[in-house]
């Protein structure tokens, strides 16, 4: 078998997923988690009196936190094949990222496993994520001058 054929077989046996309906899946469901997050952030500033930046900052650990539990229970797997990007662009598919690398990697101890495969996934995202905001910034600063 050649690769054309092997292409054409390949092609045939991989499922098509449909763009308009992830597209809108991801629409709805991220809306509703912005709206969860609104939600969360009220409750804490009226329970607890905090001010809205502290409020952010404990709804932030609370999806965080969510998000690795999700994983180490074998759960958020699940919900990203639903929800789609909806649920693994915000900081939970980061969350998500490092502890299923981690557990993933367990087996080989603390140093050798956890500690240097932790963010094989997440450190590309933090490498461009500061080049890009450093280009942002120098933009915004040379724009400004």
Same mark, same amino acid.
């Given at each position: %078998? $050649?690769?054309?054929?092997?292409?054409?077989?390949?092609?045939?046996?991989?499922?098509?997923?449909?763009?308009? +309906?992830?597209?809108?899946?991801?629409?709805?469901? #991220? /809306?509703?988690? #912005? &709206? +969860?997050?609104?939600? *969360? %952030?009220?409750?804490?500033?009226?329970?607890? =009196?905090?001010?809205?930046? =502290? @409020?952010?900052?404990? %709804? %932030? !650990?609370?999806?965080?936190?969510? @998000?690795?539990?999700?994983?180490?229970?074998?759960?958020? $797997?699940?919900?990203?094949?639903?929800?789609?990007? @909806?649920?693994? *662009?915000? *900081?939970? #598919?980061? @969350?998500?990222?490092?502890?299923?690398?981690?557990? $993933?990697?367990?087996? =080989? #101890?603390?140093?050798? /496993?956890?500690?240097?495969?932790?963010?094989?996934?997440?450190?590309? &995202?933090?490498?461009?994520?500061?080049? /890009?905001?450093?280009?942002? &910034?120098?933009? /915004?600063?040379? !724009?400004? &001058?």
């Amino acid at each position: %078998m $050649d690769k054309e054929q092997y292409s054409k077989l390949v092609k045939k046996h991989t499922p098509k997923e449909d763009r308009f +309906l992830n597209a809108v899946k991801a629409f709805v469901f #991220g /809306g509703l988690l #912005g &709206v +969860l997050a609104e939600a *969360i %952030m009220e409750l804490i500033r009226n329970v607890f =009196d905090l001010p809205i930046l =502290d @409020a952010t900052v404990w %709804m %932030m !650990i609370i999806f965080i936190f969510s @998000a690795c539990l999700l994983t180490a229970l074998g759960v958020f $797997d699940k919900l990203t094949n639903f929800l789609k990007a @909806a649920i693994i *662009i915000p *900081i939970t #598919g980061f @969350a998500h990222s490092v502890t299923s690398a981690a557990l $993933d990697y367990k087996q =080989d #101890g603390l140093i050798q /496993g956890i500690g240097s495969n932790c963010f094989k996934l997440a450190g590309s &995202v933090l490498l461009y994520g500061i080049i /890009g905001a450093f280009i942002l &910034v120098l933009v /915004g600063v040379l !724009i400004n &001058v």
